[in-house]
């Protein structure tokens, strides 16, 4: 912070392949470092199965003492994965969720309940869950209304940059000025922000962006 101005914080992330006690082990590690820069927890990687049960009792842990955490649904399964996660985890934020756009009673969910997506385009490319970056949801998902923010997701194997997502979406899809600000906007509003912090980022968001709105 002091050389860049960037503050970054972190979420500790559970794996659906993990145990009961594993998953209960990281949220419990989210809530020994409250007030930290530890943000909250998540829950990643897939597997064929139930994948649901074993981490009911860490997400309910979460929500009896207001720990925020959001989920990865909807990125190499479909529908139903997001349907079970969302229904047992409640969460307000699902780390891809890109392939809820094959569900339209779920879109319409997701935009009733303004779930917020973590949208990583490239990688979904990349990881075969999308031919072309044309035939990728978000520009569907954004126009129905849910709120998306653009993400690069793992950089160790997806060699791309916010800037870069930005002139793809802006190449493929026409996203103009307004369309990114709005994305700033929904990602820092489903930010793990206390209100402080939220309102003086969105502030700046503004600031940076009122001479070319």
């Known amino acids: 912070v002091r050389d860049t101005g960037i503050e970054a914080r972190i979420l500790l992330c559970t794996l659906r392949y993990y145990s009961t ?11 020994a470092f409250r007030g930290t820069h530890v943000a909250g927890s998540d829950i990643a990687a897939d597997r064929p199965g139930n994948v649901i ?6 997400f309910q842990y979460a929500r ?40 339209a009673d779920l879109v319409a969910h997701l935009r009733e309940r303004q779930i917020h997506l973590e949208v ?18 978000i520009d569907k998902l954004y126009r129905a209304g849910i709120p ?14 916010p800037s870069q997502e930005y ?17 700033n906007r929904n990602a820092l509003q489903a930010a793990f922000l206390p209100d402080d912090a ?9 600031d940076g962006y009122q001479h070319v709105l």
């Open 21 to 31: 006690e594993q998953s209960l082990e990281t949220v419990r590690l989210v809530e």
């Open 53 to 58: 049960d074993a981490h009911v009792p860490a």
């Open 64 to 103: 009896d003492r207001g720990i925020p955490f959001t989920a990865h649904a909807g990125e190499t399964r479909g529908p139903v994965i997001v349907w079970d996660t969302l229904q047992h985890f409640c969460p307000s934020r699902l780390g891809h969720g890109v392939r809820s756009i094959e569900d």
């Open 120 to 137: 990583c385009p490239s990688c979904n490319v990349q990881t075969d869950i999308y031919d072309t970056y044309a035939d990728h949801p």
């Open 148 to 161: 998306v923010s653009v993400n690069s997701d793992a950089r160790t194997l997806v060699p791309t940059t």
């Open 167 to 183: 002139a793809n979406l802006q190449q493929t899809f026409g996203w103009d000025v307004q369309d990114f600000y709005q994305c």
């Open 198 to 206: 939220r309102d003086r980022l969105l502030a700046q968001l503004a």
